[in-house]
């Protein structure tokens, strides 16, 4: 896959989950999903999950759990802003840190990557880096193209998807040229 760097994956809504965070323990993947994360990494695509989670600031989950959690699922990489909203960090989405560090620790062209999120915070994150971005219906997706549309009106999702399964058949259509 020589023409995509990298896929960033957010975690709760996207690969599992509900709108709703749940911690590790918790959390399930839906059903389909980690057949399209090993169909995706067949495919030759470096995977890196970017979440947005305070509970770690807040002590009621550890980083390093979610990271094993996420590990576990398949995923090569885990960037996680473990701030609150209130904090005014440089790495919670819609701001785009996490994508600058995985860039920078990686040495990929951000122009080559692709974002699949259900938040309106991934699509702004994306776009601010230059990011393809997709996003998916499941979790607060569709809150996020009626409810919350008019918080990132500057950008277009690049691909609307059903849900995960539908965003990495997307892909490999894309890059087979089919």
Known sequence: MDSIDAIFIDRDGTL????????????????????????????????????????ISRGEATQDAFEKEMKHFGLDEIYICPHHPSEGCECRKPKPGML??????????LNKCIVIG???TDMLAAYAVGCMKILVLTGAGREAMDRYRHLWSITEPDYVAENFEDAVDYILKRECGG
């Open 100 to 109: 600058l560090q995985a860039a920078s620790a990686h040495g990929l062209d």
């Open 16 to 55: 599992g989950g509900s709108d709703e965070v749940l911690y590790p323990g918790d959390f399930e993947l839906y059903s389909y999903a980690g057949a399209a994360i090993d169909k995706i990494k067949a495919f030759g695509a470096r995977l890196y999950g970017f979440t947005n989670q305070p509970g």
């Open 118 to 120: 259900d938040r309106w």
